[in-house]
Structure formats: C-alpha cells, structure tokens
C-alpha cells in the first residue's frame, strides 16, 4: 500500500508536465528534425487567413463578366493563399495534423496552377474556381 502514494506522486508529476513548457522540449527529442509541428493555435489563425483570402478570391470572380475580372487582384490573391498552405505543409516527417500532411501538398499545387493560368494573357480562371473546391473537399472529407 506504500506504493500506491508514490503511484500518485508520479503520475501528478506526469500531469503536470505534459501542461507545461516540457512537452516542447520532448517533441524535440521524440520527433524527426524535418516534423512540422503545428499548435492548435497556429493552425486556427492560419485556416482563417486562408478562408479570409478565399472569400477575396470568391468576391474577385463572381462578376457579371469575365472582363471584369481585376486580374493583378486574383493573381495577388492566389499567391498569398498558396504561401499560407506551403507553410502549413508538412515535411516529410508528417505533421500533428494528418490531413495537412494528406491534402495540403496537393492543395497547394492547385493554388500554384490556378495562379499561372490565372496570370496569362489572356487569363484562365478556371483554376482559381478549383482552389475554393479544394478547401471544400478536404473540410468534408476531415470533419
């Protein structure tokens, strides 16, 4: 029975440091160099910078004509979405997030297409129209 205090001494300790700023320390040791860890914090603002562009993209190209369209306005959109996502990509020794690591490679080089055609002259928009398709697929798919 003097056991089953230290038992409690133990895992309290145990507790208490996987709160505290210990855990960053073991990740550093228990993951592989190139591991993109992502905090929950992290990954909230940055999904939110990527819906905030989304819907400038979404605004962009919903105009009565494709002449309308501001093509510098997409161009600069698309860009800023695909540096989002390669920040958000993980490296080849996966991430906490397993659809960042599943989607975000893919994702990202939709971006990247949507944004060549997107910059011609004339310009092709119908990748830019993929971009938020992909966002859509990889949410329902991970919900």
């Known amino acids: 029975m003097r056991s ?40 909230r603002s940055n999904m939110q910078q990527l819906a905030y562009h989304l819907q400038q993209l979404d605004e962009a190209l919903a105009v009565e004509a494709p002449e309308q369209v501001e093509q510098q306005k997409v161009t600069a959109t698309l860009r800023e979405i695909e540096r989002i996502g390669s920040r958000l990509q993980a490296g080849q020794g996966g991430a906490n997030h397993p659809f960042l690591e599943d989607m975000m490679p893919e994702f990202v080089t939709t971006v990247g ?31």
């Open 4 to 43: 089953l205090p230290s038992i409690f001494v133990v895992l309290s300790v145990l507790a208490i440091s996987a709160c505290s700023e210990l855990s960053s320390n073991v990740r550093k040791v228990t993951y592989p160099p190139d591991f993109k860890y992502v905090t929950g914090e992290e990954l």
């Open 113 to 143: 297409q949507a944004r060549l055609r997107a910059a011609q002259n004339p310009p092709r928009y119908y990748w830019a129209g993929r971009v938020s398709g992909a966002c859509l697929n990889c949410h329902t798919i991970n919900r």
